[in-house]
């Protein structure tokens, strides 16, 4: 076992430095790891498919045009999802109005689905559940809760990708938990607050 793990990291070490070398190959396969993070990144700031491929691209140019500025200060696909989340917003600005990205209304939340027929899912069918109430979050909590909960990032690491403070992040959270909380109330028996 320590010897694959060895392996791994010498292979992963090599591909880095392929990486930050300019190497196309490598780029290529960069975009293969991470494209379905970056996807979700732009899904859960409410980007259509359509925007969602353009707001990709631009993502992965501006790593491919920074990569060799890249120091190892974060994760890679830390630094990767900053950029995505960047561009995103960037996008968003440009192509629409700027208080999308602020809290949305609760009619937002309005045409979820009728709860009453949803009872006695199974555990799968619960964490879809709880995914697509986290897609009619407002785009700032959901985003939050993506990154914490789906990508397991610390909220330091969030507050970075987001560019706000770490307590506008756990703010994000409380709210987006509550929230979900009365979105998902009779529906799924488990605790919302039980993940981490």
Known sequence: MFLAD????????SWL??????????????VDKYKKMVFLCCRTLGLR??????VASEAFMAAYNGIRRYKGQAELGT??????Y??????????????????EQDEQLADSRDIQALAGLESKEQAELVWEAVER???????????????EREVKEIAKIMRVRQNTVKTYLFRGRKRLKELLAGVVGENIDAGR
């Open 137 to 151: 979050l407002p785009r700032l909590w959901a985003m939050a809760t993506v990154l914490f909960y789906r990508e």
């Open 86 to 103: 960047r561009k995103g917003v960037d996008y968003l600005r440009k192509n629409r109005r700027e208080n999308q990205l602020l809290a």
């Open 17 to 30: 430095d392929k990486l930050l070398a300019g190497d196309h190959e490598a780029f290529a396969e960069f």
């Open 49 to 54: 498919e359509d925007e969602i491929e353009d």
């Open 6 to 13: 060895e392996a791994r990291k010498k292979r992963d070490e």
């Open 79 to 84: 630094w990767l999802w900053r950029i995505a």
